[in-house]
């Protein structure tokens, strides 16, 4: 009993700790997800920073630059800001000027439409640049949420397989209980119905003895009752002649002596055998009672047990609805992705009838270098994963 108190415990133990081990992964996975969101907002967010660059490129060709006026671009914002300020006054003038320049100088005019052909050819070349590094962003994206799709399918495979491998255990487990249980009922049964018609055997057997015990007492009582009334006449008869009688008058006596001695001896074994008989009859009630609890015992555990598996295919009913309906939502999301992928696509190819792509090096690196970092991160994620899976597989073997 103390082992198989033992063996539940430490059964729960290891449900507990599978518990854990699927919780972590959950929590890995949604840790994933989390990173795979920052990646695609430090995109989104690269993307955005490109086309204000663009704009403020456009706005400034558009504008013109003074002799005086020079743009840096920081990386970081300074610790201290300082904004020059012109007057509503100065502004004016420089309209009123360049405004009198271009009456003046009739090229400048003449060359104004060509510029504005130029800044427009460069706008639709920056915004073809965005479109591509839109669709590699979303590619990327597309890609880490596929294979991050798949291994929390194969996660979730996984621990189907482990739960149905622990219910053929459980299952096999009980089954071999319940015919360890069957065989020990019948053995019991068998020895019940053994020492039944032993103690029937017996019990006939003692009531046939003491019934010729019983008749050959009232016969050896009929003959004393006879001796004693054939000594009376006797003694009647020969009251006179008692020292010629006296020899066999003594014979008499130790004849009856010796039959009150056998009848004696006869009570003492009638009396052994009634106390047999009462004992064995305490046995088999002692046996018919452990063969009750016995069977209460057993219809106990049998219960038990129909319960147990009743839960267990409830608990495995409800994870395979769950399982059933994240790889549906999986599948959903892919699609809805994919559909984006084609728009992003067709909008890039109308956008590349006219204007040729003009890459950015740098906003490259930067998508190759995070892509770069989200593959580390990934197989990072995938070393964890392949430990959580050897300490599961080291805790089933316990």
């Given at each position: 009993?103390?082992l198989?108190?033992?063996?539940?415990?430490?059964?729960?133990?290891?449900a507990?700790?599978?518990?854990?081990?699927s919780?972590?992964?959950?929590?890995?996975?949604?840790?994933r997800?989390?990173v795979?969101?920052?990646?695609?907002?430090?995109?989104?967010?690269?993307?955005?920073?490109?086309?204000?660059k663009n704009?403020?490129?456009?706005?400034?060709?558009?504008?013109?630059t003074d002799?005086?006026?020079?743009t840096?671009?920081?990386?970081?914002p300074?610790h201290?800001?300082?904004?020059l300020?012109?007057?509503?006054?100065?502004?004016?003038?420089?309209?009123?000027?360049?405004?009198?320049?271009?009456?003046?100088?009739?090229?400048?005019?003449?060359?104004?439409?060509?510029?504005?052909?130029?800044?427009?050819?460069?706008?639709?070349?920056r915004?073809v640049?965005?479109?591509?590094?839109?669709?590699?962003?979303?590619?990327?994206?597309?890609?880490?949420?596929?294979?991050?799709?798949?291994?929390?399918?194969e996660?979730?495979?996984?621990?189907r397989?482990?739960?149905?491998?622990?219910?053929?255990?459980?299952?096999?487990?009980?089954?071999?209980?319940?015919?360890?249980?069957?065989?020990?009922?019948?053995?019991?049964?068998?020895?019940?119905?053994?020492?039944?018609?032993?103690?029937?055997?017996?019990?006939?057997?003692?009531?046939?003895?003491?019934?010729?015990w019983?008749?050959?007492?009232?016969?050896?009582?009929s003959?004393?009752?006879?001796?004693?009334?054939?000594?009376?006449?006797?003694e009647?008869?020969i009251?006179k002649?008692l020292?010629v009688m006296?020899?066999?008058?003594?014979?008499?006596s130790?004849y009856?002596?010796?039959?009150?001695?056998?009848?004696?001896?006869e009570?003492?074994?009638?009396?052994?055998?009634?106390?047999?008989?009462i004992?064995?009859e305490?046995?088999?009630?002692?046996?018919?009672?452990?063969?009750?609890m016995?069977?209460?015992?057993?219809?106990?555990?049998?219960n038990?047990?129909?319960?147990?598996?009743?839960?267990?295919?409830?608990?495995?009913?409800?994870?395979?609805?769950?399982?059933?309906?994240?790889?549906e939502?999986?599948?959903?999301?892919?699609?809805?992705l994919?559909?984006?992928?084609?728009?992003?696509e067709q909008?890039?190819?109308?956008?590349?009838?006219?204007?040729?792509?003009?890459?950015?090096l740098?906003?490259?690196?930067e998508?190759r270098?995070?892509?770069r970092?989200?593959?580390?991160?990934?197989g990072?994620?995938?070393?964890?994963?392949?430990?959580?899976?050897?300490?599961?597989n080291?805790l089933r073997?316990?």
């Amino acid at each position: 009993h103390k082992l198989e108190c033992d063996l539940q415990q430490r059964e729960e133990e290891i449900a507990e700790l599978q518990k854990a081990l699927s919780d972590m992964q959950v929590c890995l996975f949604q840790e994933r997800e989390h990173v795979l969101r920052l990646y695609s907002e430090n995109d989104r967010l690269r993307i955005r920073e490109l086309e204000d660059k663009n704009k403020i490129q456009n706005l400034l060709a558009l504008v013109g630059t003074d002799a005086g006026e020079v743009t840096y671009f920081c990386k970081e914002p300074p610790h201290k800001v300082t904004i020059l300020q012109r007057t509503i006054q100065a502004v004016g003038e420089r309209e009123q000027n360049e405004s009198s320049a271009f009456k003046a100088d009739p090229k400048i005019s003449k060359r104004r439409p060509s510029r504005e052909r130029r800044g427009s050819s460069e706008h639709y070349q920056r915004d073809v640049q965005t479109l591509i590094l839109q669709v590699e962003a979303l590619q990327a994206q597309l890609g880490e949420q596929t294979k991050l799709a798949r291994e929390q399918i194969e996660g979730l495979m996984e621990d189907r397989r482990i739960h149905l491998e622990e219910i053929q255990v459980q299952h096999q487990r009980n089954q071999n209980k319940i015919k360890e249980l069957t065989k020990n009922l019948h053995h019991t049964q068998e020895l019940l119905y053994e020492s039944t018609k032993d103690f029937l055997q017996l019990r006939s057997e003692n009531q046939s003895k003491e019934k010729s015990w019983m008749l050959e007492k009232d016969n050896l009582m009929s003959k004393i009752k006879q001796y004693r009334v054939q000594c009376k006449k006797k003694e009647d008869k020969i009251g006179k002649v008692l020292p010629v009688m006296h020899d066999s008058h003594h014979a008499q006596s130790e004849y009856i002596k010796s039959l009150k001695d056998k009848l004696v001896q006869e009570k003492k074994l009638s009396g052994m055998y009634q106390e047999q008989c009462i004992s064995l009859e305490e046995e088999l009630a002692r046996i018919r009672e452990e063969e009750g609890m016995r069977r209460e015992i057993f219809k106990d555990r049998t219960n038990k047990m129909g319960k147990r598996l009743q839960v267990m295919t409830r608990r495995y009913e409800a994870l395979e609805r769950r399982r059933i309906l994240e790889v549906e939502g999986f599948k959903t999301d892919i699609k809805v992705l994919r559909q984006k992928l084609k728009d992003l696509e067709q909008m890039l190819y109308k956008a590349t009838i006219n204007v040729r792509a003009n890459q950015d090096l740098a906003i490259l690196c930067e998508v190759r270098d995070s892509n770069r970092r989200a593959h580390k991160i990934q197989g990072e994620l995938k070393n964890l994963k392949s430990k959580v899976f050897g300490l599961e597989n080291e805790l089933r073997l316990c």
